[in-house]
Structures are given as structure tokens and as C-alpha cells.
């Protein structure tokens, strides 16, 4: 097979060659898009202007918020794009940027989750703690780290994927998906990057058992409490992130633990979907519906059409 080390693009996997069907994917992907843009642009608005939302928990989730932001716009506007315009291809350097911030925002945002966690910790089991321990100073500080942490993890994952020679530009899914591009090597340099994308799944599961025995604690907390009213407002700050994490860490194991052999272009493009695009999605309609705190700052804004008193973070 000729080296295309030097091409200039890459053609994507065609959702469909059927132009009504490639329309009807372009309004699907618009209503995604503006759907997730409107929750998530509403959930930083409500916390950056309503002091009530001011503590460590919605600052993280402000930044949760602007993750997910991220990795919708870094997958949808193109699939758009192509879908309308009738075409595969997208630049190389499109697809780099493709895969540099898919892993920034992916990685930054198992990190903001693990963070959310131990904040969740602090808060229950030791309260008196709380303030020394979840300053303003050291929230910045883990939000920096993770900001940085995620820059470094992309940057490695890019160099590394477009390090190796390619004898194929066609990538089989509907963006730049790392495992799909691997399969386009025509040397042993791609062992480098399976070897991270195994290092980052060792990685994602220390953070999943990180969190299921910060939940272990809490909730052994919780069972000690004596006050009925205490434990349910602890536990309505502490579903909405369990929901989120199930949902992300079930639709990536889904997606890249299922058997690798004779798996079909559709269930491919399913399956991105299902990890890529979905928790996004779903993230600030999670923290919404059983946020009564989040729910009455949207109410302000709504029907008062301002907050009363606004300040800082």
C-alpha cells in the first residue's frame, strides 16, 4: 500500500448516501448542538451570577459545564457540515485538532469529575474541614492543574498518533476517532500510542475506583446521620454527579471494551455517539432536574430576567 504520510486530508465515514437522510442527520446534529449549547451556556451563566451558586461545588460544575461545551463543538459542527455539504473529507490539520481537543476536553473532564468527588467528600464527611480544606486559592489551584494536566495529556496523544505513516486516508467514523486512525498505520509506531490509550484506561479506572470508595465513605456518613432533612440535601448534591459519572464511564467502557471483530460501520458511528456525544448532552439536564438550588436560579433568571445581587466566584 502507497505511504500517504503527506496527505493533505482525510475522508470520513458518510453517515449516509442518501441526500434526504444526510439533511435529516444535519437537523438531528443541529438540535443536539443548540441543545446542549442552551444547557450548558445556561448552567455557567446561572452559576457565574447568582452568588447563592458561589461555593466550590458549582465551580467545578461551571467547569464541568465549559468541558462539555467543548467536546460538542469539537465533534458536531463538522459532522454538520459534511452531512449538509454533501462530503467526507477534512483537512489534516483539522483532524489533529479533532483528536488534540477531544482528549483535552475528555481528559480534563475525568479529572474535574474525581475533583467533584473528593469535594463531595469534604463537604459530608468532614464538614467542620470544609472551608480550610476547599478555599477559593485551592480550588483555582486543582482547576489550573487539571486545565494544564489536560493540555499535557492531549498534546502527548496528538504527537504520538500523528507521529506514525498512514497507507489510507479514510477514517471508518463520522469524526477523528484515535482507534480508527491507528488502523491506517503502515509502521510499528502506532504500538506507542495503544500503549497510552491502555495507559489511559488504567488511568479512567483508578479514577472510577477513586470515586466509588470516596462514595463508599460518604454514603457510610450518611447512614450515621441523624437528621432526615441532612441527608437527603446531601444526597440531592451527590446523584447528580453519580449519574454523571455512571453515564460517561458506562457509554466509554460500551464503546471501547466491546469486542473489536466484525463490528459494523452503523454500530460504530452508534457507539461514538453514545460516549461522545450523549453525556455532553445529558449533563446539565442531570444537574438541573434534581438541583433545587440550580433550579431556582434558573427560575430568577426566567421570570425575574436578572439575578438580585451578583459577585465574584
Known amino acids: ?61 461551571m467547569n464541568l459545564a465549559v468541558l462539555d461545551l467543548g467536546i460538542i463543538f469539537v465533534m458536531v459542527p463538522k459532522a454538520m457540515a459534511n452531512s449538509l455539504l454533501n462530503t467526507q473529507s477534512i483537512s489534516y490539520s483539522g483532524c489533529v485538532a479533532q483528536v488534540f481537543f477531544y482528549f483535552y476536553f475528555g481528559g480534563s473532564e475525568f479529572a474535574i469529575l474525581t475533583i467533584m468527588a473528593h469535594d463531595r467528600y469534604v463537604a459530608i464527611c468532614s ?53 480508527q486512525i491507528l488502523k491506517l498505520s503502515c509502521s510499528d509506531l502506532y504500538l506507542i500510542e495503544v500503549g497510552l490509550l491502555i495507559l489511559t484506561i488504567v488511568i479512567c479506572g483508578g479514577c472510577l475506583i477513586f470515586i466509588i470508595i ?54 460504530n458511528i452508534l457507539f461514538a455517539i453514545m460516549y461522545a456525544i450523549v453525556p455532553p448532552l445529558l449533563n446539565p439536564f442531570i444537574y438541573s432536574i434534581r438541583n433545587k438550588d440550580i433550579k431556582t436560579a434558573l427560575l430568577k433568571l426566567f421570570v425575574l430576567g436578572h439575578f438580585p445581587q451578583i459577585s465574584s466566584i
Open 1 to 61: 500500500m502507497p505511504n500517504l504520510t503527506s496527505t493533505l486530508e482525510f475522508l470520513l465515514l458518510e453517515l449516509s448516501d442518501i441526500r434526504k437522510l444526510q439533511l435529516l442527520f444535519f437537523f438531528v446534529f443541529l438540535v443536539v448542538l443548540v441543545t446542549a449549547v442552551t444547557g450548558n451556556l445556561l448552567i455557567i451563566v446561572v452559576v457565574m451570577f447568582d452568588h447563592h451558586l458561589h461555593t466550590p461545588m458549582y465551580f467545578f460544575l
Open 214 to 267: 470516596t462514595y463508599m465513605h460518604i454514603f457510610a456518613t450518611l447512614l450515621r446521620m441523624p437528621s432526615v432533612r441532612g441527608r437527603k440535601k446531601a444526597l440531592s448534591t451527590c446523584i447528580p454527579h453519580l449519574t454523571v459519572v455512571s453515564l460517561l464511564f458506562c457509554t466509554g467502557t460500551f464503546a471501547y471494551l466491546r469486542p473489536p471483530a466484525n463490528i459494523s460501520s452503523d454500530l
Open 127 to 179: 464538614p467542620l474541614q470544609y472551608e480550610s480544606i476547599m478555599h477559593r486559592g485551592a480550588c483555582i489551584q486543582m482547576t489550573a492543574s487539571v486545565w494544564f494536566v489536560g493540555t499535557l495529556y492531549a498534546t502527548l496523544h496528538t504527537t504520538c498518533t500523528f507521529a506514525i505513516t498512514f497507507c489510507s486516508n479514510r477514517i471508518d467514523q463520522f469524526f477523528c476517532e484515535v482507534p
